[in-house]
């Protein structure tokens, strides 16, 4: 790519990302870095030497090149400078990777880190807060917090005749877009970022800026209606994205007005053969099936303290006349909903039965960068193996009841939705798909929208809003105690809301399909974790997912620290319309080679648009931490 000319003293190069190269004689400052290919190229505009790189945020493309810095002589003894609030972002980038994460893990959503650092740490040698300033041969630069995109996103304004200049990283692109959504996905649905970002854009509006400087896409001269534009776009996408239920305020009174109390405390029931518990502010997840032979069969099981649940099923034994629980059905895969079903097993005989598409997030959970897996809580369980898999579609006969076992993704792709009829009425069982008061018009009933559990909508509400429709329940039992009762005018505003959510994302897309800013997975490695030791080699795949209707074109190239080679280094080739291909690799590790957890990154380029390193893995060099089940790579195919 050229140069080209903005301003007399003012040029964009643009890569993996766009860097803005500010030169004084010839000298130069420069915003971002890209890949580093600028610095091959400085000569031609007149340029010997770099002073500085002052990095709008820590997103790999803006600074995948720094390992070039050094090699470079245009950019000997170049200075380094980014926001405070992702310095350890550039120089600790493993700290934000685990093998083994928790909910807790800082800059993540439920243990799915949401930031995207560097392979290589990269060391600085100035930060910046949230207002500061920084001036260069005369210019003065304003340090503005702008994060959003980025956690600690910031914007650089410099004061010229032109009026002011804004070089926002991707705070916004042309077109009052969005550089991804899944940047700006910072909690479990409470919009969080969405709020931050929408503050940067306004921030910067008031600026009335000459020029808006994106880090991706075309420069905006004059961007303030665009700015505005944009504003009233995140606010649009907030009204359809935030719970569409009434969470944290009336929710409670909504949660169950059918059940009634029975001779066990608060354990409820439903109806003659359905039963709950109830209690205030008790949100756990477990549904029974007893028949009339007292037998039992469980819908999910967690968030219970095992002393409450035991002595519950016990005075069920004795006076609902339960004689034995036969099995635990796993609706989906987050760990709140099976945390005690292995204690069902051990106590109680249980079974535990699950959908083939849940089975191995259970069982294997490292392999994958979902929210909310069972290994994060802390509970000691790290894994969950599964005693009969259900299929897509599979009829059961139960003690006289007959059960269907369908695929219904929703807030998560990897769940599943069991019903049958039950005392006279077609009772749903839905996990966490759907919350809300179904007399209330206003309320929509979606659970939280989280890219991280792999929700686009195309496979998830919106497939969740058709597919209960098509089965026409008269009693939905979702999770955490919740009972809808007549449910068929909410599936409607379910359906109606999911694709108001979906015009919202596709109003701030610069693709042409939503999905591809909105999911952080089509491009991944499986197994995500994988441990190798030093001097020896591991097997994997990288999954390449088209959702166009047409077949699209990739290359990927892998890097990896000094230390661990990727075997093809680089990936070219095509995927058919509507598919994911999967493409093997192999990973070697040398024998010096420092114990430790590292990244390796994939730096893609789709159609012949440069993307960058948008997505990663993570190496574990040495054995495996005490206590973790078998990391495998891709020739290990998961067992029940």
Same mark, same amino acid.
């Given at each position: ?5 903005? !301003? ?7 890569? @993996?990302?766009?860097?803005?190269? &500010?030169?004084? =004689? ?18 031609? +505009? ?72 560097? *392979?290589?740490? +990269? ?14 041969? =005369? ?13 600690? =996103?910031?914007?650089? &304004? &410099? ?6 200049? /804004? ?7 042309? $077109? ?14 409470? /919009? ?27 420069? &905006?001269?004059?961007?303030? %209606?665009?700015?505005?534009? #944009? ?17 944290? @305020? ?71 006349? !339960? ?107 839905? $996990?966490?798909?759907?919350? /809300?008061? @179904? ?52 599936? %409607? ?27 952080? #997975? ?9 441990? +190798? ?15 166009? %209707? ?5 290359? +990927? ?43 390796? /990154? ?5 159609? =012949? ?21 078998? *990391?495998? $790579? ?7």
């Amino acid at each position: 790519m050229p140069f080209e000319k903005l !301003l007399p003293d003012l040029y964009l190069w643009t890569d @993996t990302a766009n860097v803005y190269v &500010l030169k004084d =004689g010839d000298a130069a400052l420069l915003i971002d870095l890209g890949n580093g290919s600028v610095l091959d190229y400085l000569g031609e +505009i007149g340029v010997a030497h770099v002073e500085w790189v002052l990095f709008t945020h820590h997103h790999r493309e803006q600074c995948q090149g720094a390992p070039r810095l050094n090699a470079a002589k245009v950019s000997a003894g170049v200075k380094l400078a980014a926001p405070d609030a992702e310095r350890a972002l550039f120089e600790h980038p493993a700290e934000f990777r685990k093998m083994k994460p928790t909910l807790g893990d800082a800059m993540s959503v439920y243990g799915a880190s949401y930031v995207r650092p560097p *392979v290589e740490p +990269i060391a600085l040698d100035r930060t910046f807060q949230k207002m500061d300033d920084f001036t260069w041969r =005369g210019r003065e630069f304003w340090c503005l917090d702008t994060r959003g995109n980025s956690p600690g =996103g910031m914007s650089y &304004l &410099l004061k010229r005749k032109e009026g002011w200049l /804004a070089f926002a990283g991707d705070v916004m692109l042309a $077109g009052a877009k969005m550089h991804n959504w899944f940047d700006t996905e910072w909690d479990y649905g409470f /919009a969080k970022g969405l709020y931050a970002l929408y503050a940067a854009a306004n921030l910067i509006e008031s600026f009335g800026p000459a020029w808006l400087f994106p880090s991706h896409g075309r420069p &905006l001269k004059n961007p303030g %209606e665009e700015l505005y534009d #944009y504003q009233q776009k995140l606010r649009e996408l907030s009204k359809h994205y935030l719970r569409g239920y009434e969470l944290f @305020t009336f929710a409670a009174g909504a949660q169950d007005r059918v059940s009634r109390p029975t001779s066990v405390p608060h354990v409820w029931q439903v109806t003659p053969h359905l039963f709950k518990f109830k209690g205030p502010d008790f949100w756990p997840n477990f549904s029974l099936i007893l028949a009339d032979s007292g037998h039992g069969l469980v819908v999910d099981c967690g968030l219970f303290q095992k002393e409450f649940l035991d002595k519950a099923i016990g005075l069920m034994r004795e006076r609902l006349g !339960l004689k034995q629980i036969d099995a635990v059905i796993v609706t989906h895969m987050h760990g709140d909903h099976c945390q005690e079903a292995p204690h069902l097993r051990e106590k109680w005989g249980a079974k535990l039965w699950a959908m083939d598409r849940v089975v191995d997030k259970v069982r294997y959970p490292e392999r994958f960068d979902y929210s909310a897996p069972i290994n994060t809580y802390g509970k000691g369980i790290d894994s969950i193996s599964f005693d009969r898999v259900l299929r897509d579609g599979e009829t059961f006969v139960w003690e006289g009841f007959t059960l269907t076992s369908d695929w219904m993704p929703g807030q998560t792709e990897f769940a599943l939705c069991l019903h049958g009829k039950i005392d006279g009425r077609t009772v749903a069982f839905t $996990g966490d798909n759907v919350f /809300a008061s @179904t007399t209330d018009p206003t309320q929509t009933g979606h659970e939280a929208v989280v890219a991280r559990n792999s929700c686009i909508l195309e496979e998830g509400y919106l497939y969740a809003a058709g597919y209960l429709h098509g089965i026409a329940p008269d009693l939905i039992l979702g999770g955490h105690s919740w009972v809808l009762d007549q449910p068929q005018k909410l599936i %409607e505003r379910y359906r109606e809301g999911a694709l108001a959510l979906r015009s919202a994302f596709q109003a701030l897309s610069t693709d042409a399909d939503y999905r591809y800013m909105f999911d952080p #997975y089509w491009v991944r490695a499986e197994s995500y974790r994988t441990t +190798i030791r030093p001097g020896e080699t591991a097997d994997i795949a990288l999954l390449v997912r088209n959702f166009r %209707e047409r077949p699209q074109s990739h290359r +990927i190239m892998l890097h990896a620290p000094p230390g661990i080679t990727a075997a093809p280094g680089k990936l070219e080739g095509e995927v058919a319309a509507e598919s994911t291909g999967r493409f093997p690799l192999k990973l070697s590790v040398d024998r010096g080679m420092k114990e430790g957890v590292y990244l390796v /990154a994939f730096d893609i380029t789709l159609d =012949g648009q440069r993307h960058g390193e948008l997505f990663d893995m993570i190496v574990q060099v040495g054995n495996p931490p005490a206590g973790s089940p078998p *990391v495998g $790579g891709a020739g290990n195919k998961p067992g029940y």
